[in-house]
């Protein structure tokens, strides 16, 4: 989704307005809020703000961004409907012109506006999918990580219509026929709700990494950004990196390596 920093302030405010009624909603369903109840372990992993560096020189084959996007859609239970109009997706792929509008560079590195980038939600320090949820079914943790609970959101879309990068779905249809193999250690979703990436928070309550960077190969580095130490500031200072439509204020979480420091 293509957006300039007037349309995007233009959604979220008009969203905000409509939010204000809509805080009066009652009724919905409180009695299982799974996703903010994760207790963590005794191993969990902390932050104080999670965040990414994804290195796309580590995304070379069509099979790299597959096994990246089947590990994290296969044990979240992310249905396939087999046609993009219906589509739920929380990582996948996308063209450089989409993932980073308005950064492209005349003389930039020739076959860098064709190469696809894997995507995400950023995780973004000031949401504006959170701004504008009235009943609180988005809201953004501690450590930065921007959760969703399923059974909060009444299927507004304000969060789809405010987030600037496309990372929200929506459950059109009901999304269990289509599961291939239900991982029953993760809740499925209803039809009429959002849902989206939220950073594998019961995977780190375990003390266990994204299961994206689990299979990224080191193509996707996680870790504290306000610890200095953290491999992922390591990296941050050590390469040139870019962040999704920075412009626009939100402050994502995810950094990019997208080249250019082969000859540093
Ligand atoms: S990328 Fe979109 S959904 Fe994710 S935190 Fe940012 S605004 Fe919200
Ligand atoms: S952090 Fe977890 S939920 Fe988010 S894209 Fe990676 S595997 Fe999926």
Redesign the pocket.
């Known amino acids: 989704m293509s957006m300039d920093r007037r349309q995007f302030l233009k959604i979220a405010g008009a969203s905000t307005i409509l939010g204000i009624g809509a805080t009066a909603i009652k009724g919905f369903r409180q009695d299982n809020v799974e996703a903010s109840e994760v207790i963590p372990g005794p191993d969990a992993l902390k932050a104080k703000r999670w965040g990414?560096v994804i290195d796309m020189s580590k995304f070379q084959t069509d099979a790299d961004f597959a096994r990246?996007i089947h590990?994290?859609?296969s044990?979240?239970n992310v249905p396939d409907f087999g046609n993009p109009k219906d589509e739920i997706k929380?990582?996948w792929k996308d063209d450089y012109e989409h993932t980073f509008p308005g950064q492209e560079a005349e003389y930039m590195e020739a076959g860098l506006k064709e190469k696809p980038f894997i995507v995400?939600?950023n995780h973004c320090d000031k949401p504006p999918c959170v701004r504008v949820c009235p009943t609180k079914a988005t809201f953004k943790r501690s450590d930065g990580i921007v959760m969703m609970d399923m059974h909060r959101c009444i299927g507004c879309r304000f969060c789809m219509a405010a987030c600037p990068y496309g990372s929200r779905s929506f459950n059109f249809r009901d999304p269990r026929p289509f599961i291939k193999e239900p991982n029953p250690e993760f809740p499925t979703r209803t039809k009429g709700v959002v849902e989206?990436?939220?950073?594998?928070?019961e995977?780190l309550a375990k003390g266990l990494k994204?299961?994206?960077?689990?299979?990224s190969g080191g193509g996707?580095v996680?870790g504290d950004l306000e610890d200095p130490n953290s491999e992922v500031r390591q990296l941050i200072s050590k390469n040139f990196t870019i962040r999704r439509k920075p412009e626009l204020g939100t402050q994502p979480s995810i950094y990019y390596v997208i080249g250019g420091n082969q000859n540093a």
């Not at 989206?196 to 928070?201: D, L, N, Q, S, V």
């Not at 994204?210 to 299979?215: G, I, Y």
């Open positions: 990414f990246v590990a994290c859609h044990i979240h929380w990582i995400l939600c989206k990436c939220t950073f594998c928070y995977r994204p299961a994206c960077v689990e299979q996707i996680f």
